[in-house]
C-alpha cells in the first residue's frame, strides 16, 4: 500500500510534495480501480486521460488529470470530465470528476493496478521524470479548464452559425451576439475562419488559448 499525501485544494483540484513517479502511479491506478480504461498516459506531459462507459453514449465519458509543478515542490492534480465530441449537459462528467477528486485522497496498492496495455503511454525519460511547469499567462494563469480542441472546432464549423462554440468556451456574451445576427450570415463567416484558426492551433497553443486563461462573457479568443 503506497503512502501519498494530497490535499484537497477545490472540488477538482489536489496538491502533493509526495514524489511524482509514485503520484502518477497512484493516480493511474485509482483511474482503473474506479473502472476506468486509460487511455493517455504521459509522464513526461503530466497527463493521464481514462474512459468509461456512459449509457447509450457511443463516445463515452472521459477524465483527465492533468499535472503541473508549482515551482515550490508541490504538484497540482486538475481534474476535468467531459465527453468525447459531446457536450456534458446535465453534469454527469463534472461530477464524475469530483468523485474521483475523493476517491485519489484514498491509499490504494498501486501493484493491483499496473498500467494496462492499450494505453498510449509515453516513452519513459533517461531520467527521473518531474511534472511539467504550470503553463503561465503571466498572472492570469488559472487550472486546466478541460475544454477540447476537437470539441471546439465541430462546434466552430457545425453551430459556429449560432454561436455554440462560443457558448462550449465560455464566450457566452459573444454566443448571444452569434445568435442575435445569426440571420445576417456574419457569425456564419466568422466561425468558419475561428474553425479553420483552432485547427490550425497546436494542442499546447489551444490549451494556453482555452484552458490555462481566464475566459469571460465579452472576451475574444483568438
Given at each position: 500500500m503506497n503512502t501519498?499525501?494530497?490535499?484537497?485544494?477545490?472540488?477538482n483540484t489536489?496538491?502533493?510534495?509526495?514524489?511524482?513517479?509514485?503520484?502518477?502511479?497512484?493516480?493511474?491506478?485509482h483511474l482503473q480501480a474506479q473502472g476506468?480504461?486509460?487511455?493517455?498516459?504521459?509522464?513526461?506531459?503530466?497527463?493521464?486521460?481514462?474512459?468509461?462507459k456512459y449509457g447509450f453514449n457511443p463516445f463515452g465519458m472521459r477524465i483527465t488529470v492533468n499535472f503541473a509543478s508549482q515551482g515550490?515542490?508541490?504538484?497540482?492534480?486538475?481534474?476535468?470530465?467531459?465527453?468525447?465530441?459531446?457536450?456534458?449537459?446535465?453534469?454527469?462528467?463534472?461530477?464524475?470528476?469530483?468523485?474521483?477528486t475523493d476517491?485519489?485522497?484514498?491509499?490504494?496498492?498501486?501493484?493491483?493496478?499496473?498500467?494496462?496495455?492499450g494505453a498510449t503511454v509515453s516513452p519513459p525519460p533517461s531520467?527521473?521524470?518531474?511534472?511539467?511547469?504550470?503553463?503561465?499567462?503571466?498572472?492570469?494563469?488559472?487550472?486546466h479548464r478541460g475544454k477540447r480542441?476537437?470539441?471546439?472546432?465541430?462546434?466552430?464549423?457545425?453551430?459556429?452559425g449560432i454561436g455554440l462554440h462560443k457558448f462550449y468556451t465560455g464566450n457566452w456574451g459573444w454566443g448571444?451576439?452569434?445568435?442575435?445576427?445569426?440571420?445576417t450570415g456574419l457569425p456564419l463567416i466568422l466561425s468558419v475562419i475561428e474553425f479553420i484558426r483552432v485547427l490550425c492551433l497546436t494542442q499546447e497553443e489551444f490549451d494556453r488559448r482555452y484552458n490555462y486563461r481566464p475566459i469571460s462573457a465579452f472576451s475574444w479568443v483568438w
Open positions: 501519498i499525501s494530497l490535499q484537497k485544494v477545490s472540488d489536489l496538491c502533493s510534495t509526495s514524489p511524482y513517479e509514485q503520484l502518477f502511479d497512484h493516480v493511474a491506478a476506468g480504461t486509460l487511455k493517455t498516459v504521459e509522464r513526461t506531459q503530466g497527463r493521464i486521460e481514462a474512459a468509461w515550490d515542490g508541490t504538484i497540482q492534480l486538475t481534474l476535468n470530465g467531459s465527453f468525447v465530441d459531446a457536450i456534458d449537459t446535465f453534469g454527469a462528467a463534472k461530477k464524475k470528476a469530483r468523485a474521483i476517491e485519489l485522497l484514498k491509499p490504494i496498492d498501486i501493484a493491483a493496478w499496473p498500467i494496462k496495455e531520467a527521473a521524470p518531474t511534472p511539467p511547469q504550470a503553463p503561465l499567462n503571466g498572472a492570469n494563469a488559472v487550472a480542441k476537437g470539441l471546439t472546432a465541430v462546434l466552430a464549423f457545425l453551430g459556429g448571444l451576439i452569434y445568435l442575435a445576427l445569426c440571420t
